[in-house]
């Protein structure tokens, strides 16, 4: 049987995933990649946001059976802990007990999964832009250093990101639908350095978040000690990013609505003009094939990074897609189609997730009223399980559907606004008629 080639364009941590998906299942892959390889660069801070690695993840690594492997660079959390602006500490537990996301390394996780393709037999070419795709030939054209060469395959996946030049291809050609959605706010990264012998000067095993209404500061765990934290806020108007641009403004700033934080980051205006200041923004775009050219990951769905589900996400594309190969075979174009057709309401219900937890993180998480209903829901949650799984646990701790668990999880909301206005719920939200008057709603 004639050894099937497939091109991978993008190496990040969505086209690697796939290349070793795809040669798992004896297919022959080339992995192009347009900046140098990762594994010769020095690694300044600034773009990376730590990863919430959760269930969706998981799964499609340990198909790709290189779970064991990543689970060494992986730090569970077990809980959020909120900071409140007087650096009172409050915590609200996932799910079970037993139950956690984890906090990886963008570049520890990409450097991980880069030397695995390489040594499962992807052939990795780097310093090679995209520049054209023939869709009805299987090719794809590459700037490498001064020239262009073009590649055939027998098909292509496009996971290059955000800004995807096999989208481009497909938009301009094509006609295809896109969108890029920009939102109001933008992100800037800093760092908590470790303490003495590479000590954690917060609790390792959590999801810190500094909550204020409009912004937010986050912060998760890396292996030596520190903290990868990131600030989100508006581009402009009260506590945005337009009113930061003097050393006694930003100082100021994180010294009014962040002490606690403030205290950990003692050259915090030094990264403050060192780091970029980035924007956030959500890629629509319909349908994601054409012929035996398929996209993936934030190619075709990139969304912001407010339920961490960006990358478990493309994970879940590549275990998808690996399934859907089985099924149809060397009918590739079918495959894709059916693909494109079966993932875009998936692609949207995440974005609409994403959205919808910013909100719940910058602004609910410190409402008393939003943890009681929280409670709530956990109690019924534990004496009706067949009936009641929490949003997040859907979104983080299942493989349930995005567009399921968000339709599902609006319907939830609204029997618990029900619930929230009966007369005297906070002292009452222990009896035994809230959990009748529950299921008499669902």
């Not at 080639?5 to 004896?26: D, P």
């Not at 409050?90 to 030397?115: C, H, P």
Request: hydrophobic letters at 40%; charged letters at 25%; aromatic letters at 12%.
């Amino acid at each position: 049987m004639k050894e099937k080639k497939v091109i991978v364009i993008g190496a990040g941590l969505v086209g690697s995933l796939c290349a070793i998906h795809l040669i798992k299942k004896g297919y022959s892959v080339q992995l192009f990649e347009r900046r140098k390889d990762l594994r010769t660069q020095k690694i300044t801070a600034g773009k990376s946001i730590n990863l919430a690695l959760s269930k969706r993840g998981w799964t499609s690594l340990e198909q790709a059976d290189i779970h064991e492997y990543v689970k060494k660079i992986a730090i569970p959390m077990y809980r959020r802990v909120m900071h409140d602006s007087k650096g009172n500490l409050t915590f609200q537990q996932y799910g079970e007990s037993d139950q956690a996301i984890f906090s990886v390394s963008r570049v520890e996780l990409n450097l991980l999964m880069l030397n695995l393709a390489e040594k499962y037999g992807a052939e990795i070419h780097f310093n090679s832009k995209c520049v054209d795709v023939d869709f009805n030939n299987t090719k794809a054209t590459f700037l490498q250093v001064d020239q262009e060469k073009t590649y055939g395959a027998d098909f292509i996946v496009g996971a290059d990101g955000t800004f995807s030049n096999v989208r481009a291809k497909m938009f301009e050609k094509l006609g295809h639908m896109y969108n890029y959605n920009k939102i109001e706010y933008d992100y800037k990264e800093l760092l908590i350095p470790s303490g003495p012998n590479n000590s954690y000067l917060i609790e390792k095993e959590a999801l810190h978040i500094w909550p204020r209404g409009n912004f937010m500061v986050i912060a998760l765990a890396n292996l030596d000690g520190s903290f990868t934290c990131t600030l989100f806020a508006a581009k402009h108007g009260k506590d945005s990013f337009e009113n930061l641009n003097t050393e006694a403004e930003t100082i100021h700033y994180f010294n009014k609505h962040f002490p606690d934080f403030t205290v950990l980051v003692p050259d915090l205006y030094e990264q403050w003009q060192a780091n970029p200041t980035s924007e956030l923004g959500i890629v629509k775009t319909f349908p994601w094939n054409k012929k035996n050219v398929l996209l993936i990951g934030d190619s075709a769905h990139a969304t912001v990074p407010f339920y961490g589900q960006g990358m478990n996400a493309g994970f879940e594309d590549c275990r998808i897609l690996s399934d859907m190969l089985d099924i149809y075979k060397e009918n590739y174009e079918k495959c894709f189609n059916q693909f494109s057709i079966d993932r875009k309401p998936e692609g949207d219900g995440l974005q609409d997730l994403s959205l919808h937890n910013f909100i719940v993180m910058r602004d609910k998480t410190a409402d008393p009223r939003f943890l009681l209903q929280k409670k709530i829901e956990q109690k019924f949650s534990k004496l009706h399980p067949e009936k009641w799984l929490p949003l997040y646990s859907m979104v983080s701790f299942s493989n349930i559907k995005y567009s399921t668990a968000w339709e599902v999880g609006k319907k939830q909301e609204q029997i618990m606004a029900k619930i929230m206005k009966l007369p005297q719920i906070e002292k009452k939200w222990d009896d035994d008629f809230v959990i009748d008057m529950i299921l008499k709603e669902i």
